[in-house]
């Protein structure tokens, strides 16, 4: 089993939609776990930033960690064109080492 | 907003030769990394530098690579001998402080090898 998973889509949703990013992984030993937007020709920009398992919101954006089922999510309520973009998740075991990145989920979101 | 840049943003050179890949951090950071990005593949961790040494590198960084901050401004990856499979994107990070929560990627350098 790959140490992480993420599907690469492409994934098209209508403006306004609820988008639905998911990872799964392998390594229980995992705690940290980021979202990073990436656009086209730019480097990642981190999104949300969790540690250990539970919720987080900001703003149009939710990470969830469930530790128990190694699967982590990203929602984006009232999609806009604008959030098109890959979406990566990328976790470590703690807060200053190497950070492992999931494949990446291309995300159009059409006006 | 500062933010980190990398120079060039596209390289092509041949098998073999040298390149070096060259990043401007943010300027009160200390904590500079790199990392690379094959076409379709996942972004992978190469290096970690703080204090004018490696803090950590992956089983990527190999002999072939090596990191520099030359002067108090740049920070630089050297490829020697370049082979094919170097092709990807290489992103450059920084951070104020030894933390993912504060790193911002530089647009990347984009490496080609013929």
């Known amino acids: 089993q790959k140490e992480v998973e993420q599907d690469p889509g492409p994934l098209s949703v209508p403006e306004g939609a609820i988008v639905s990013l998911n990872c799964t992984y392998s390594?229980?030993?995992?705690?940290?776990f980021m979202w990073y937007r990436q656009y086209s020709r730019k480097g990642p920009e981190l999104l949300m930033y969790?540690?250990?398992?539970g919720n987080k919101e900001d703003g149009r954006f939710t990470a969830q960690v469930d530790k128990s089922s190694k699967y982590i999510s990203l929602f984006i309520r009232d999609s806009q064109p604008s959030d098109s973009a890959t979406y990566l998740c990328?976790?470590?075991?703690?807060?200053?080492?190497?950070?492992?990145f999931g494949a990446g989920t291309r995300l159009t979101v059409k006006p | 907003e500062p933010e980190v840049t990398q120079t060039p943003s596209h390289q092509v050179t041949q098998m073999g030769q040298e390149v070096i890949l060259r990043c401007v951090p943010i300027?009160?950071?200390?904590?500079f990394y790199w990392y690379r990005q094959i076409l379709g593949q996942k972004v992978e961790f190469l290096v970690s530098?703080?204090?004018?040494?490696?803090?950590?590198k992956s089983e990527i960084f190999d002999d072939q690579f090596s990191v520099e901050r030359p002067d108090g401004s740049n920070f630089t990856l050297k490829i020697r001998s370049t082979k094919l499979e170097d092709s990807a994107m290489y992103f450059c990070?920084?951070?104020?402080?030894?933390?993912?929560?504060?790193?911002?990627f530089g647009p990347g350098t984009r490496l080609l090898v013929l």
């Open positions: 990070a920084s951070s104020e402080w030894a933390t993912q929560e504060t790193q911002y």
């Open positions: 390594n229980s030993a995992f705690q940290y």
């Open positions: 969790t540690y250990s398992s």
């Open positions: 990328a976790m470590s075991e703690s807060n200053n080492n190497d950070m492992r």
């Open positions: 300027s009160n950071h200390l904590y």
């Open positions: 530098f703080y204090n004018n040494e490696i803090s950590e």
